[in-house]
């Protein structure tokens, strides 16, 4: 079992850049791969970016390609999500998961273990 936790998230303006983080318990986060996944206000929660547990593969959504980035440091139980040239459509909670299987999963509910979620706001 693994306990996440983001933080990070703020009020920022469009064109600005955000660093979340994800910092799991347990000694076996670094075995899972993370997930990171947004839901605005009245919309379904849409994955955004993972990275796989051996931390060699990265997966990004066609909205945030180019301009996010997904890196873990396994030393700190820690993957960042950079997120750069913020969009007013990038607002949203953005919550990192955890799921076990080998492959890099992209639906949510492959994903067993969340995060409380912290809050992005990219003002226009």
């Known amino acids: 079992q693994v306990q996440l936790r983001e933080s990070g998230g703020g009020l920022v303006q469009a064109g600005a850049s955000l660093r979340l983080a994800c910092v799991g318990t347990?000694?076996?986060?670094?075995?899972?791969?993370i997930g990171w996944f947004r839901q605005g206000r009245g919309t379904v929660r849409e994955f955004i970016a993972a990275?796989?547990?051996?931390?060699?593969?990265?997966f990004y959504s066609d909205a945030v390609k180019g301009r996010f980035k997904v890196s873990r440091v396994k030393a700190e139980n820690t993957v960042f999500l950079e997120m750069k040239n913020l969009k007013s459509e990038d607002t949203g909670v953005y919550s990192c998961?955890?799921?076990?299987?080998?492959?890099?999963?992209?639906?949510?509910?492959?994903?067993?273990?969340w995060g409380q979620g912290t809050q992005v706001t990219v003002s226009s």
């Open positions: 990275i796989s547990w051996k931390g060699g593969d990265s």
């Open positions: 347990g000694s076996t986060f670094n075995d899972y791969t």
């Open positions: 998961a955890a799921d076990y299987s080998l492959n890099v999963q992209f639906e949510p509910q492959q994903y067993a273990y």
